[in-house]
């Protein structure tokens, strides 16, 4: 598991909500730099994957490790223990989340809500964070609507806004949760075409959850199938779409042709 080449590691993970197992055992794992989708029917644990890696969910068994560190776990006197708050404030920095939701501050302007979390979490002064803001909402297109509020945008404008405030933390790894399900069908383009232009980033990892069938196809290196908490099948997007191996994968995949 602690392969130099992983970004991501799950490794016999389980979570439960209740009696309810969530993630059954899982092992998965994401190599440094890699593009993977993750898709699968709802309920099947792909946002449980993405916000247990966000800490915003905890483990019930197993272990995940980002950049081959234990996530919910860290090492005293050589033993592993469930994880101090300093440990996750450490870990967390490495990874940004874009959710369904945008979840921008709606009391801040759309500069503001980009600058927060580098001025108070990483320290930077409010120049340097302001400077950073602009570079990656010029990246998003948005640099015309610095001084606006959330509820003045689109909602694929505010999902725009929300990407450039991931990137604003430099993460090592970006975790989309279906960016784009939230969108009219309209304003779903401009999104893809922002998290297209970042899969061309090399060192970046990105974990992307979503039913943009064809979009899997063209941005990822490998797509995941996951249903009622396992992995069920895992391959190359040319493969996973033209010739899946398992029953439940041609299912659901039935669905989206
Ligand atoms: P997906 O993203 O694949 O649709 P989720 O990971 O969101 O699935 O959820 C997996 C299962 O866990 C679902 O049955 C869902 O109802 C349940 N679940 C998710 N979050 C909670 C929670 N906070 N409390 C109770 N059950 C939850
Ligand atoms: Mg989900």
Known sequence: MTNSNNSIAFHQVTKKFGDQVVLDQLDFCVRKG???????????????????????????????????EPLWHEYQAEQLVPASEAH????????????????????????????????????????????????YLELVGLMDHKDKFPSQLSGGQQQRVAIARALAMRPKILLFDEPTSALDPELVGEVLQVIEQLSNQQDLTLLLVTHEMQFAKDISDRVCFFDRGKMVEEAPPQELFAAPKQARTRDFLANFM
């Open 34 to 68: 890699e593009k993977v989708t993750i898709i699968g029917p709802s309920g099947s644990g792909k946002s449980t994957v993405l916000r247990i890696l966000m800490t915003l969910e905890n483990i019930n068994a197993g272990t995940v490790y980002v950049d081959n």
């Open 88 to 135: 996750l404030r450490q870990m967390r920095k490495k990874m940004g989340m874009v959710f369904q939701q945008f979840n921008l501050f709606p009391h801040m302007s759309v500069l503001r809500n980009i600058t927060e979390a580098p001025m108070h979490v990483l320290g930077l002064s409010k120049q340097e964070a302001k400077e950073r803001a602009l570079a």
